[in-house]
């Protein structure tokens, strides 16, 4: 009777500790493949005491290196030493292949996939930064390290749509000023005619109090009644001569807007009419 209670207490706590490290694991867009799980590497499944040299190495020497060998590495890719293995945790590599996750090769094959156990083993070594040799790793790190390195993606800029009542500094400001003023001799960079460069946001600023077009150099110039008026060709037409009082008013701001996004047509589209243009002009 007392042996059965032991048992059974050791079974429950078992069961316990076992479902902590069921998860589902991200898999890829495999339809009609059939995955066959690897059993686990070492006889007894210790997700707790976890060390490179006990738990990870056994894993990795049995079930990867007779291919990513240090001899002839399948894919370039050698593991069979911790600090080879290191550059894999790092990217990402190591934990997305063994999870099949998309977007990674899926190891050891595409119909050979590690057990639970096995895979969890490696997470909570790589999680508590994974430390070499016989080192125990804190399975409940203050900083943890995510296992899944995400693929950077590069974000476009967020198209601001253009609004009739804001004179945007890139579509407007920065055009009329530079071909107007930073012209060879007058203010561009070299000639910079009394201290003043006009070619660039920074530049401009200098002549500009924001919010202020009275205290701003750059707008008395354009105003100025006497020979000091610029640019000294003749005076800016009153269109252009408004935008900059207003671009000043509306606190002279580094912003732009995309012209196209208002325009921007997204259902019906070609080849033809929308994707090879827009590949010929850029
Ligand atoms: C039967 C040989 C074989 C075994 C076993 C094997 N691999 Fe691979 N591995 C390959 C090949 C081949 C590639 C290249 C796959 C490709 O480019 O499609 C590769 C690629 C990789 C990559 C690079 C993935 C990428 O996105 O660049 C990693 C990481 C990797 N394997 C890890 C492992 C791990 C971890 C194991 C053990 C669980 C393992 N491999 C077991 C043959 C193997």
Known sequence: MK????????AS???CLEDKNIEIVPQGNKVDTVLTVI??????????SISFDKSVWSIMNKQCVSCHNA?????????????????????????GSLTHAVGYKPMPSATL?????????????IRGS???????????PTNPINPVVDVPVIKPPIAVNCSPDTVYFKQKILPLIVSNCAMSGCHDAISKQDGVILTDYTNIMREVK??????????????????????????????????????????????GCDASATNCITSNVSFKTVIQPILATN
Not at 3 to 10: A, E, F, K, T, Y
Not at 71 to 95: C, R
């Open 3 to 10: 042996r059965i209670l032991v048992l059974s207490i050791v």
């Open 13 to 15: 706590l078992w069961a």
């Open 39 to 48: 059993p686990s590497t070492n006889s007894i499944c210790d997700t707790v």
């Open 71 to 95: 001899s002839n590495p399948s894919a370039g890719v050698d593991l069979s030493s911790y600090d080879k293995i290191q550059t894999y945790v790092k990217n990402g590599k190591l934990y």
């Open 113 to 125: 996939k590690l057990n639970n156990c096995d895979i969890t083993m490696i997470r909570k070594w």
């Open 130 to 140: 994974s430390p070499a040799g016989a080192i125990l790793v804190d399975i409940n």
């Open 210 to 255: 924001i919010s202020n077009p009275a205290g701003s150099d750059l707008y008395k110039s354009l105003i100025e009644t006497r020979e000091d008026r610029m640019p000294p060709a003749g005076p800016l037409s009153t269109e252009n001569i408004n935008n900059v009082l207003t671009w000043i008013k509306q606190g002279a701001k580094n912003n």
